[in-house]
């Protein structure tokens, strides 16, 4: 059990790292292929957030264990809010000032409503997959559009702060390295995960659901924590929340849509009946406190998204599901 653990852990350090050699790469290529700066950021870098969430739910779902994959993505958008949020407000407050993150908030609850609605047969067919890339495809472009409409690479402040984060050197032959270190990596390491996921939850006694609710979101959401509290040191507000804001919406449209497309079937009912209703209640809490007239997330706010977080995971693990056979 030592064992598994320890390797569940280091699999998903792996994985984590991969995923951002793998962004770090992309986005030095396709800067020297002449892509707009502000393209790179907006795409490659948005679902770089959740390209670890990505893998590991797709890969679940190859090996049949699609609850994992529908676990990942769910946990990982109430750890963004809850644990995330919360332990970066405790540093250092939030403040909202950004016109596309504003817009973009309405489109992560619109997301997580269509999520609902697809989940509520419990089940995850083509057609629900097909349904959440269009979404995902739709966001993408509303998301270039407003902020060109914003000021074209820089007049709004998230554009402003994603455009200084981007990578701006690096040649091409180093690129290609990261990525094929990104691509030998990534498979053995998310492997690793999808084994030992499954050997802590029988030993538990709990579902796949919950393993991917707790131990896999919390691991996978490792970049949206280092940038989002890297985000908060430098004063860096709002790209600290639009990279939860993005996140959030790629867990729910790639994370499943892609293991929907690729692996459809049934999913543990609680996955609908508990774990939805609580990320829907934690996105619109999250949703308020970036409306609010103060646009300011504070300490205050933080210390209670980051007790709820634990409240929740201890809710959790007593009212788990049990593993079933």
Not at 131 to 141: F, N
């Amino acid at each position: 059990m030592l064992l598994a653990t320890a390797l569940l852990i280091i699999g998903l350090l792996l994985v984590v790292y991969g995923a951002d050699r793998l962004v770090f790469a992309a986005s030095i290529l396709c800067r020297s292929f002449g892509v707009p700066p502000l393209l790179i950021g907006l795409t490659v870098v948005s679902i770089g957030t959740s390209l670890p969430e990505l893998i590991v739910a797709s890969t679940a779902a190859l090996h049949g264990q699609l609850d994992l994959a529908v676990g990942t993505a769910l946990g990982s958008n109430i750890t963004n809010i809850l644990l995330i949020l919360g332990l970066a407000a405790l540093l250092h407050p939030f403040t909202v000032n950004s016109d596309i993150l504003r817009r973009e908030l309405p489109l992560m609850l619109v997301a997580s409503g269509v999520i609902g609605w697809l989940l509520f047969d419990n089940q995850l067919s083509r057609i629900d997959g097909v349904i959440l890339i269009a979404v995902a495809i739709a966001y993408l472009l509303f998301t270039i559009k407003i902020a060109r409409l914003a000021g074209n690479e820089g007049a709004d402040n998230l554009t402003r702060e994603q455009l200084a984060e981007l990578p701006r050197e690096g040649s091409r032959p180093v690129a290609f390295l990261w990525l094929a270190v990104a691509l030998i990596i990534m498979p053995m390491a998310t492997r690793m995960v999808i084994d030992n996921a499954s050997v802590v939850a029988h030993y538990f006694g709990v579902s796949e659901l919950v393993i991917g609710l707790t131990i896999i979101s919390v691991g996978t959401s490792l970049p949206e924590l280092a940038t989002t509290i890297a985000g908060a040191r430098k004063g860096e507000d709002d790209i600290a929340i639009g990279n939860i804001i993005g996140s959030n919406i790629f867990n729910i449209v790639l994370v499943l849509g892609i293991p929907a497309l690729i692996a459809p079937g049934e999913i543990d009912p609680y996955a609908f009946t508990r774990d939805y209703w609580v990320m829907l209640v934690v996105s619109a809490i999250f949703a308020v406190l970036c409306w609010c007239r103060a646009r300011s997330i504070g300490k205050t706010a933080g210390a209670l998204l980051t007790c709820s977080f634990f409240v929740w995971i201890v809710m959790l693990w007593f009212s788990a599901s049990p593993v079933v056979g």
